[in-house]
């Protein structure tokens, strides 16, 4: 009777031994999976961070360009307005040389006309023409003034659009960053594990950093990738 509760104890004991190596076994795996997730998480974060930064500077430069462009386009419509003025003058000029009949005035002040008209820009030559068939002002003209603005609506259009993508990456990082926290919480139950001496403990903590490795990965892989991200690129294989 002894020698078979020996017997009962010593397979016991050896159970107990072989789910301790398969525990310890398992623990280990999971920290090797978890450790290389969070170094992948972490690194592909700072690639983001990478393309955040570049955005950023970027969409300040468009940004710039395009202030620049909405300068000189405003330029250009005072200018026009100057020489309107002048060819008004003109006209008014050659209007009472003819009431006067005096030719030779009418005729300089043509000149001086066709000599503005030269200086003019396609889009205010356009909008004169409309402005002598309608008697109107040819900053009346539908779409002439904003025509100059169109390159610097464009631009400005492509730098809230960068900007975006910059912010986009922000969140992308912070994401990444947060999945960081749950695999460090994940390698932080796999360590505390074996200072558990009842299996029924370790296995709900085990479950636990399971569990969260599980849905750390599911949240990981449901983040989008730095825009153009190719392994490849950065270990310099073409």
């Known amino acids: 009777m002894t020698d078979e509760k ?19 076994t398992v623990t280990a795996i999971l920290l090797g999976i978890t450790t290389l997730l969070s170094a992948w998480a972490t690194w592909v ?45 003109y006209y008014l000029d050659a209007e009472a040389a003819l009431a006067e009949g005096d030719e030779q005035k ?3 002040a043509m000149a001086k006309i066709e000599a503005l008209e030269e ?8 909008a004169i023409a409309w402005a002598l068939l309608t008697g109107k ?22 730098s809230q659009d960068i900007l975006e993508t910059g912010k986009q990456d922000n ?10 926290v ?9 360590g505390i594990a074996g200072t558990f001496k009842r299996s029924p403990n370790r296995m709900i903590i085990m479950g636990t950093a399971v569990v969260l490795l599980v849905l750390g990965f599911v949240f990981m892989v449901s983040i989008p990738m730095p825009e153009g991200f190719n392994i490849l690129d950065f270990l310099n294989v073409q």
């Open 45 to 89: 974060g700072s690639v983001h961070t990478g393309h955040e930064l570049i955005h950023f500077t970027e969409s300040n430069h468009t940004a710039s360009n395009a202030t620049a462009l909405y300068t000189d386009a405003t330029q250009m419509v005072v200018q026009d307005s100057a020489i309107w003025s002048s060819i008004q003058n």
């Open 171 to 180: 969140l992308n990082h912070e994401r990444f960053g947060l999945v960081a």
């Open 6 to 24: 020996h017997a009962d104890s010593d397979e016991l004991a050896k159970k107990e031994a072989r789910k301790e190596r398969v525990l310890e």
């Open 137 to 158: 002002s040819p900053f009346e003209m539908e779409g002439y003034a904003n025509s100059y603005y169109e390159d610097a609506a464009n631009l400005l259009k492509e």
């Open 182 to 190: 749950i695999y460090a919480l994940v390698l932080f139950l796999l």
């Open 119 to 126: 200086k003019c820009s396609p889009e205010l030559k356009e």
């Open 106 to 108: 009418h005729k300089v």
